[in-house]
């Protein structure tokens, strides 16, 4: 079965307020076998919320509304309910009467226009609300549609996610496990760094539509790229034997450019190899500023395997902690081969770790002056030494100051992690 969650309120059209609630209800949803298939954010308009609810009975077989049951004039949300499902309200004593001990407690008056909030749906099931004045409601129906009617399952919840969560566990979790046919989710996820997302789609295509029962998706980002398998079955074994079966074809056809087939980030899968080898690790940075420690020290227990760095952003820091002869920095340039090979050589001497990783480069604007000026912003040499070995490899990294500096530690720990192998 699928679904689609629609949040209700104008203020999540604004680059201000997001709408986090359906990450939640999303993941409740799959643990019930439910697929997530449309996501919509309406505002508050009376015409926009019934076109969105109308199209949503029409394509799903669960809706999911969150926001706008609150008192005031813009909170349409089981107006225009009953206006698709042609359905009355009625304003459910037991739910004024809670309402007036909730404002009598606070010794607050009873706004009159906070009685609407006791107004149900003909037919829904009201789902008491312990942390807030507007109570959930669930409704199971028949919906005709051009192809005809058809069963579907209608929740309005409210929108503060204090509220939503708590009540969509208790109440509505087991009425949607009892009325759906059980079926489950699994989920693989394999990552590949530093890949375009058309090569490996033109290699992964051929497979992946063989299996038609298992939903693909490919996404793009930060330096990476992940494959994304879905299966819905009866039983999960039967559903985790698809996913893991398409997810060894690929991980066979894409080989060692699989960096996780369980999820894990590439610093920690860096962190991994590390520790399994008994290595220790120090680096050296200039233009990200620190960047690749924090993504090595974000990864918890890192101080087993990662000793510590540098962040030698001027030539004499360079010089002072890594060890640079400066005369190098001179001749060269600090955006150099050479000079990332005696930071890589610098920073594992000094610190006594097995082995030294170095960024250096442009990140924009470009170098003014010196050895350096005339270089391409985006031109990054990253160094890798072990005592015996030392390599150096260049980039030219397209985009602004940000992506430079975020490809830069990715490219770094890619290096790092196919010398490990």
């Given at each position: 079965m699928i679904a689609e969650i629609i949040a209700i309120g104008s203020e999540m059209l604004t680059p201000h307020r997001q709408d986090t609630n359906s990450l939640y209800l999303t993941a409740g949803l799959n643990d019930l076998g439910v697929s997530v298939a449309f996501k919509t954010i309406v505002g508050d308009n009376r015409r926009?919320?019934?076109?969105?609810?109308?199209?949503?009975?029409?394509?799903?077989?669960?809706?999911?509304?969150?926001?706008?049951?609150?008192?005031?004039?813009?909170?349409?949300?089981?107006?225009?309910?009953?206006?698709?499902?042609?359905?009355?309200?009625?304003?459910?004593?037991?739910?004024?009467?809670?309402?007036?001990?909730?404002?009598?407690?606070?010794?607050?008056?009873?706004?009159?226009?906070?009685?609407?909030?006791?107004?149900?749906?003909?037919?829904?099931?009201?789902?008491?609300?312990?942390?807030?004045?507007?109570?959930?409601?669930?409704?199971?129906?028949?919906?005709?549609?051009?192809?005809?009617?058809?069963?579907?399952?209608?929740?309005?919840?409210?929108?503060?996610?204090?509220?939503?969560?708590?009540?969509?566990?208790?109440?509505?979790?087991?009425?949607?496990?009892?009325?759906?046919?059980?079926?489950?989710?699994?989920?693989?996820?394999?990552?590949?760094?530093?890949?375009?997302?058309?090569?490996?789609?033109?290699?992964?295509?051929?497979?992946?539509?063989?299996?038609?029962?298992v939903e693909t998706t490919i996404l793009a980002g930060h330096a990476e790229i992940q494959l994304h398998f879905v299966c819905s079955k009866p039983s999960l074994e039967a559903a985790n034997a698809r996913v893991d079966a398409l997810a060894d074809l690929i991980a066979h056809e894409m080989g060692d450019d699989i960096f996780s087939a369980e999820g894990e980030s590439l610093e920690e899968v860096v962190m991994l190899m590390l520790g399994l080898r008994n290595q220790t690790l120090a680096i050296a940075e200039s233009c990200t500023g620190g960047w690749l420690g924090e993504r090595l020290t974000a990864i918890p227990n890192s101080s087993r395997v990662f000793l510590g760095g540098a962040i030698t952003y001027s030539d004499v820091s360079k010089t002072t902690f890594a060890n640079v002869d400066a005369a190098l920095i001179a001749h060269y340039g600090a955006i150099s081969d050479p000079v990332a090979r005696a930071m890589a050589e610098g920073i594992r001497q000094r610190t006594g770790a097995t082995l030294g990783l170095s960024i250096t480069g442009i990140a924009g604007p470009s170098v003014p002056g010196g050895a350096d000026a005339g270089k391409p912003v985006g031109l990054v040499y990253i160094g890798l030494a072990d005592g015996e070995d030392t390599q150096v490899r260049q980039f030219q990294i397209n985009g602004d100051r940000e992506r430079i500096r975020l490809w830069s530690t990715q490219h770094a720990l890619e290096m790092l992690r196919r010398s490990l192998q």
């Amino acid at each position: 079965m699928i679904a689609e969650i629609i949040a209700i309120g104008s203020e999540m059209l604004t680059p201000h307020r997001q709408d986090t609630n359906s990450l939640y209800l999303t993941a409740g949803l799959n643990d019930l076998g439910v697929s997530v298939a449309f996501k919509t954010i309406v505002g508050d308009n009376r015409r926009h919320l019934v076109s969105a609810i109308r199209l949503a009975l029409l394509r799903v077989d669960i809706v999911l509304l969150s926001g706008g049951l609150g008192p005031t004039e813009d909170d349409l949300t089981r107006e225009c309910l009953a206006e698709v499902l042609q359905v009355q309200l009625h304003r459910d004593p037991s739910v004024v009467n809670k309402l007036r001990e909730r404002f009598a407690a606070r010794r607050i008056p009873l706004p009159p226009n906070n009685l609407k909030q006791a107004d149900v749906l003909e037919g829904a099931h009201l789902l008491p609300n312990a942390n807030g004045s507007a109570p959930g409601q669930y409704i199971d129906t028949v919906f005709a549609t051009p192809d005809g009617p058809f069963r579907k399952i209608i929740i309005l919840l409210p929108g503060p996610p204090k509220e939503l969560k708590p009540l969509f566990d208790t109440e509505c979790r087991p009425r949607l496990s009892a009325a759906l046919p059980a079926f489950h989710l699994a989920r693989r996820m394999l990552r590949m760094a530093l890949i375009p997302e058309s090569t490996v789609d033109a290699r992964c295509a051929p497979i992946y539509t063989q299996f038609t029962d298992v939903e693909t998706t490919i996404l793009a980002g930060h330096a990476e790229i992940q494959l994304h398998f879905v299966c819905s079955k009866p039983s999960l074994e039967a559903a985790n034997a698809r996913v893991d079966a398409l997810a060894d074809l690929i991980a066979h056809e894409m080989g060692d450019d699989i960096f996780s087939a369980e999820g894990e980030s590439l610093e920690e899968v860096v962190m991994l190899m590390l520790g399994l080898r008994n290595q220790t690790l120090a680096i050296a940075e200039s233009c990200t500023g620190g960047w690749l420690g924090e993504r090595l020290t974000a990864i918890p227990n890192s101080s087993r395997v990662f000793l510590g760095g540098a962040i030698t952003y001027s030539d004499v820091s360079k010089t002072t902690f890594a060890n640079v002869d400066a005369a190098l920095i001179a001749h060269y340039g600090a955006i150099s081969d050479p000079v990332a090979r005696a930071m890589a050589e610098g920073i594992r001497q000094r610190t006594g770790a097995t082995l030294g990783l170095s960024i250096t480069g442009i990140a924009g604007p470009s170098v003014p002056g010196g050895a350096d000026a005339g270089k391409p912003v985006g031109l990054v040499y990253i160094g890798l030494a072990d005592g015996e070995d030392t390599q150096v490899r260049q980039f030219q990294i397209n985009g602004d100051r940000e992506r430079i500096r975020l490809w830069s530690t990715q490219h770094a720990l890619e290096m790092l992690r196919r010398s490990l192998q």
